[in-house]
């Protein structure tokens, strides 16, 4: 069980990558640490992204007691309202797995998530552990994914060797004495997460039974249409923008260079820490490909525009004759609560700008992004696209929301290094 659950972490470090923690079961005892014994009966892992809290600490799992009942839980999302549900709580993951606690012993495994869940603003689908189940949850509506193959539970299907199949949203998978059941607790109408295809999940895993490199592909196809730029040849924003900008690159029958390198050691820019997010060190243009070029840059989504901005400067330091962004995707102006950490209108680059002014920012000759209607027409209707719109999976008071989460946010910044 220990060397299963180490891989499944590493193969979901492009998930999070502030710590990993382990939680896990031997001789009917509960545990958390930074390992897994190798007799150990069933285990969870986590690899942490922050979004309530502070950064750079492994917070879960969360050992949770209740009466007699004792609980390891890890999720991933955000429980927005934590502060109103479990007040004495200092982060959303402690209020969870506290209120999680309580309803099971209060009232069993589905009636005991059917009342937490009616409590919850934000997005949660968790794995948790008792002395007597193992059980995975997914969020009512889906809006973080949860995957499952005979004996285990991921965030996605390719920490599971890409055998598993995304669980229903409002489903539950319990393992027990052996054995293993899927029963419904209260499904609503699926509302998944649309950056997950676009950024958030690995390009080897199934999402609604779509590989996500082939969305991202068909979103950059999307992109090439009705370009108007005389583009020479293609470049990306290292990793995540790879598919789409080689359907875009499809789309125009033009080539796609790998003209910008990105240090494999970096990680993941746009999930670090604030005082982690400096991208000038991380990257490096190959002048070759684009000196005296007119050249496309594919993102895949623009949020705060820190790598954008860098790495158009340094295009054009390469010799680049014009740099024209293109964004697989709408513009981003709104906050997320359900999982993702941009939860202030403040951050977005988009919010309030227009093209012109975005693109004198970034240091681009233009600006283009896909259409929000192109975009549904790929991702689908069973989509949150929240960030893009302002209408969320649940009534949100955005102000609010946003003024106290920066307030739990500095806080926890005055408490860092």
Known sequence: MGIRAREMSVWLMHRGE????YAFLRNGEIAVGDSVPEDAEAALVHARYSTTGPYGVQLQPVL???RDLE?????NGTVANYRQIAPRAKTDSEAYAQKLAEALWEHGLEEGLRELYSKIVGAASSVFITAELVVGFRDPRGVRPLSFSDDAAASETIALGGR?????PGHAVVWSRG?????EVMSLKERLCSLEFVYFAHPGSRIQGRLVADVRRE???????GEDADIEVVAYVPETARHAAAGYAEGLGR????AVLKNRYSGRIFIKPPYMRNASPSFRVVEDYVKGRRVALVDDSLIRGTNLRDIVVKLKAAGAREVHVRIASPPVKWPCFFGMDFQSRSELMANGRGLAEIARLLRADSLRYLSLEQFKVVIGERACYGCFTGRYPQRIKVAQLEREIATSREKALGAEP
Do not use: K
């Open 71 to 75: 609980v390891a839980v890890a999720f």
């Open 164 to 168: 598993g199949i995304d669980l229903r």
């Open 255 to 258: 080539p796609l260079v790998d």
């Open 219 to 225: 979103l950059g196809r999307r992109l090439a249409e």
């Open 18 to 21: 502030e710590g990993v923690r």
């Open 179 to 183: 054995s293993a059941r899927v029963v």
């Open 64 to 66: 949770a007691r209740y």
